[in-house]
């Protein structure tokens, strides 16, 4: 069938400030692909990421690029050979699945295998920043079961115990964004133990956590960084205990379910996780959340601004997508 294809970059305020060990940003910068034909439209959306050498201009290129392909019929399957994983693959991926759910009226979770979408639970991140700071925005967020706490290396010590004063009775996981190194990681990790941390995410540099293998892990520790598909997924066996799978990353849903079920398959507990994106960035993730043992699907709950109609969240529960929305 024969398609059009539209593909627009689109900026959503963030409340405040995002900040990780990496840097900051006040908006979420988003390139959205949009399918039409038929009567149905099925729209798909990516966040660009630096770290991995994408830039807004870079992923739209690589979606025109695939334009002729597409719009001459290309399935799901022959979208996998057109693009490598990233971002520019999952905007066109999950726009593909949200077109086939609106012509045929079969739902994407149940096209995926799933018999329903049950809520989710999602961790609330809390930007990395001085103590003081970190304890203020842990205070606000104390009554969220789950909190994301965002580290930067030196000083962590202080900020995780500035965060466990402000929210003494959160779940908190960690996420170092690959800022520490080998010779403070234990030190690190004992402090994540004293305060009761559960999980710890990419605390050291992709290419450069071997000794992860080689040291007891007081707590799971979570690849981000050096998981992006199926492909990356067998070098992590003995150094990590879960993998955070993120559509922008797979290269969309496609793969993101192939990883989530070849990683539990391989004893890994998966997390699911999101850039700072709006909700339909964040609707076919929720597919992956429904198999993960962590979630960490906050991005439209870090934005000023949402799309409309966007995700129900009531405190950190994320209610399934609606199909005005996606899928």
């Given at each position: 069938?024969k398609k059009?294809?539209?593909?627009?970059?689109?900026?959503?305020?963030?409340?405040?400030?995002?900040v990780?060990?990496?840097?900051a940003?006040?908006?979420?910068?988003?390139?959205?692909?949009?399918?039409?034909?038929?009567?149905?439209?099925?729209r798909?959306?990516?966040?660009p990421?630096a770290?991995?050498?994408?830039?807004?201009?870079?992923?739209i290129?690589?979606?025109?690029?695939?334009?002729?392909?597409?719009?001459?019929?290309?399935?799901?399957?022959?979208?996998?050979?057109?693009?490598?994983?990233?971002?520019?693959?999952?905007?066109?991926?999950?726009?593909?699945?949200?077109?086939?759910?609106?012509?045929?009226g079969?739902?994407?979770?149940?096209?995926?295998?799933?018999?329903?979408?049950?809520?989710?639970?999602?961790?609330?991140?809390?930007?990395?920043?001085?103590?003081?700071?970190?304890?203020?925005?842990?205070?606000?967020?104390?009554?969220r079961?789950?909190?994301?706490?965002?580290?930067?290396?030196?000083?962590?010590?202080?900020?995780?115990?500035?965060?466990?004063?402000?929210a003494?009775?959160?779940t908190?996981?960690?996420?170092?964004?690959?800022?520490?190194?080998?010779?403070?990681?234990?030190?690190?990790?004992?402090?994540?133990?004293?305060?009761?941390?559960?999980?710890?995410?990419?605390?050291?540099?992709?290419?450069?956590?071997?000794?992860?293998?080689?040291?007891?892990h007081?707590?799971?520790?979570?690849?981000?960084?050096?998981?992006?598909?199926?492909?990356?997924?067998?070098?992590?066996?003995?150094?990590?205990?879960?993998?955070?799978?993120?559509?922008?990353?797979?290269?969309?849903?496609t793969?993101?379910?192939?990883?989530?079920?070849?990683?539990?398959?391989?004893g890994?507990?998966?997390?699911?996780?999101?850039?700072?994106?709006?909700?339909?960035?964040?609707a076919?993730?929720?597919?992956?959340?429904?198999?993960?043992?962590?979630?960490?699907?906050?991005?439209?709950?870090?934005?000023?601004?949402?799309?409309?109609?966007?995700?129900?969240?009531?405190?950190?529960?994320?209610?399934?997508?609606?199909?005005?929305?996606?899928g």
């Open positions: 069938m059009n294809l539209s593909v627009a970059a689109e900026a959503f305020p963030i409340a405040g400030r995002f990780i060990s990496r840097g940003k006040t908006q979420a910068v988003v390139v959205t692909a949009t399918l039409a034909a038929e009567g149905c439209v099925g798909g959306e990516c966040v990421y770290r991995y050498g994408e830039s807004v201009d870079s992923v290129g690589a979606i025109e690029g695939a334009r002729a392909a597409i719009e001459a019929g290309a399935d799901r399957d022959a979208l996998q050979r057109l693009l490598p994983a990233g971002a520019a693959r999952n905007a066109l991926d999950c726009a593909l699945w949200d077109f086939e759910a609106k012509l045929s079969v739902p994407a979770y149940r096209a995926a295998g799933f018999d329903r979408l049950a809520p989710l639970t999602t961790a609330y991140t809390l930007s990395v920043g001085a103590p003081e700071e970190m304890r203020q925005a842990a205070e606000k967020a104390a009554d079961p789950l909190l994301k706490v965002k580290l930067a290396g030196e000083g962590d010590d202080a900020r995780l115990a500035a965060v466990r004063e402000g003494p009775r959160a908190l996981i960690v996420d170092a964004n690959e800022a520490w190194r080998e010779e403070t990681l234990m030190a690190q990790l004992a402090a994540c133990a004293r305060f009761g941390v559960a999980l710890v995410e990419q605390p050291l540099p992709a290419g450069r956590d071997d000794m992860l293998a080689r040291i007891a007081p707590m799971p520790i979570c690849a981000d960084e050096s998981v992006h598909d199926r492909a990356s997924l067998a070098p992590l066996k003995g150094r990590y205990d879960a993998i955070n799978v993120k559509l922008d990353k797979t290269g969309g849903l793969e993101a379910l192939a990883l989530t079920r070849a990683a539990r398959d391989m890994f507990s998966v997390m699911a996780g999101c850039m700072v994106g709006t909700s339909l960035a964040l076919p993730a929720a597919l992956i959340g429904q198999m993960a043992s962590f979630v960490d699907l906050d991005g439209p709950l870090l934005l000023a601004e949402d799309r409309e109609p966007g995700i129900a969240y009531s405190g950190s529960i994320m209610a399934p997508p609606a199909p005005a929305l996606w």
